[in-house]
């Protein structure tokens, strides 16, 4: 019988002192017996308020009967329907905003762990071989290229091939996952999962070329001969600088590259591997955000003295997932609430020494209805630093819309299109931070799935 009232199971965590020196994740998943055990407080709801707030509806209630019932093939059975990637949403997903936000043991009781369970069941599926991609359906002999591999591409991909259509993924790295693989820390989400999730994808029949720049390489006109509609999921990798004096000295790095260099590149095992990062002892991490967080994580476990948050607003405006802004608290990361960066400062070498910051108060809200932040006079300070990372954003790419004047771009650069992704350009669909300038990786899937749904609506009426 349900027993909401039994206390929600936590997965066990390394302790701040321990997980500061390493990359290994700092959560670790259920067990068979707490698993069970939280799955047991789930009221399995008729009228599920979990899976409608979930941007791609996971079955929640019908998995977790699932697990309860002692198949937990089923039960990844149950999340596929409509997620692939379920080991990455499981420790990526802000589960708080979504399902765990909407469960209705808020309240008096704490929300049923979604996240930690769906993650269980897929790891726990694929370990013991259960775990089945889902069948293709009849061949249609139709193509479509997928450009960019994160979860946006990912997701379009795989229902294309639900479709029965062919598809290629194309991307521009080395390696597959774009922003799940040099976006988010191992301590996070490992590498590993990423490399399982994309399998099921493969074993699907999904095609995947790595080192093809779409617009360089190969232009969206081009793939258009080979292929009857494109896909455009290649994210935001454009990063959004701070337009400050001294932003080009050495020292001062974007969240993209810091991130890239980390996490893509391993550049924290050098000399192990090719790739150095050089870190100073003295880090400020400008943004609020969760590339913000990831940053400062991740450079408090390169060895410095000390990471300093600099963020404009208050602690309660922070876009930034609150466990993560928990977890970097924990670790000993500082943080400049109501804070804003002015100038950055150099020595006679051209390096970075320091930081000139401003106080804020907060004002009227703005147009999205967050207050504003207004400036404290006389009230600059300087924050020592040797390292700078900025973290208040990205743009899309702007490769392809430049290479392709069919495609519009709004003032943001972010490509024009229509509900369900479709663009100003015929045959050609987009989702993702391409045309969202800044997405979580469910709402990125979100759009791929909407999208391969009009994709095939659009190739059944060119038939």
């Not at 704490?110 to 930690?116: D, F, R, W």
């Given at each position: ?96 905003n979504h399902c765990e936000g909407a469960c209705i043991l808020n309240g008096r ?94 074993d699907m029949g999904v095609a995947f070329e790595s080192s093809v720049i779409v617009g360089n390489t190969i232009t969206v ?243």
């Amino acid at each position: 019988m349900p027993n909401p009232a039994f206390p929600r199971q936590q997965g066990a965590r390394q302790s701040p002192r321990e997980r500061i020196k390493n990359f290994e994740p700092v959560v670790e998943g259920f067990d068979e017996k707490t698993a069970l055990l939280e799955a047991q407080r789930c009221l399995n709801c008729k009228n599920a308020r979990c899976t409608a707030a979930c941007p791609v509806n996971v079955r929640i209630p019908q998995f977790i009967e699932q697990l309860l019932k002692g198949n937990v093939g089923a039960a990844a059975d149950e999340i596929m329907k409509t997620s692939l990637l379920p080991a990455v949403c499981g420790r990526v997903c802000p589960q708080e905003n979504h399902c765990e936000g909407a469960c209705i043991l808020n309240g008096r009781f704490k929300p049923v762990a979604v996240g930690l369970l769906e993650r269980y069941t897929a790891d726990t599926a694929r370990n013991s071989g259960v775990l089945k991609p889902p069948v293709p359906g009849s061949p249609t002999g139709k193509r479509v290229a997928c450009v960019g591999s994160g979860p946006s591409s990912l997701s379009a991909a795989a229902e294309l091939r639900r479709f029965g259509h062919d598809v290629v993924v194309y991307e521009a790295l080395h390696d597959f996952g774009g922003v799940l693989r040099y976006g988010i820390p191992t301590f996070r989400l490992p590498r590993e999962i990423i490399s399982k999730e994309i399998q099921t994808v493969k074993d699907m029949g999904v095609a995947f070329e790595s080192s093809v720049i779409v617009g360089n390489t190969i232009t969206v006109e081009e793939l258009l001969k080979d292929f009857d509609a494109v896909y455009i999921g290649s994210g935001a990798g454009l990063p959004t600088m701070a337009n400050v004096p001294g932003e080009n000295l050495v020292g001062v790095y974007s969240a993209n590259e810091f991130l890239t260099r980390i996490n893509l590149m391993q550049a924290y095992k050098f000399p192990e591997v090719d790739t150095p990062v050089g870190i100073g002892k003295k880090v400020v991490v400008l943004g609020g955000g969760n590339s913000a967080m990831d940053a400062a994580r991740c450079a408090m476990r390169l060895g410095p003295e000390s990471v300093t948050v600099v963020y404009r607003r208050s602690r309660e405006e922070m876009p930034a997932r609150e466990e993560e802004v928990d977890n970097a608290m924990e670790e000993g990361i500082k943080f400049e609430f109501l804070t804003v960066q002015k100038e950055i400062l150099g020595n006679e070498n051209g390096r970075v020494r320091g930081i000139i910051c401003t106080r804020n108060t907060l004002g009227a809200p703005d147009a999205k209805g967050r207050r504003s932040p207004v400036p404290v006079e006389n009230s600059d300070f300087l924050i020592e630093a040797d390292t700078v990372i900025v973290a208040i954003g990205q743009k899309p790419n702007p490769v392809i819309p430049k290479k392709t004047p069919e495609l519009k771009t709004n003032e943001r650069g972010v490509l024009v299109a229509k509900e369900g992704g479709e663009t100003t350009m015929k045959g050609v669909f987009a989702g993702g931070d391409i045309i969202r300038s800044g997405a979580t990786v469910l709402m990125a899937m979100k759009d791929g799935i909407i999208a391969a749904g009009k994709i095939n609506e659009y190739l059944n009426d060119k038939k």
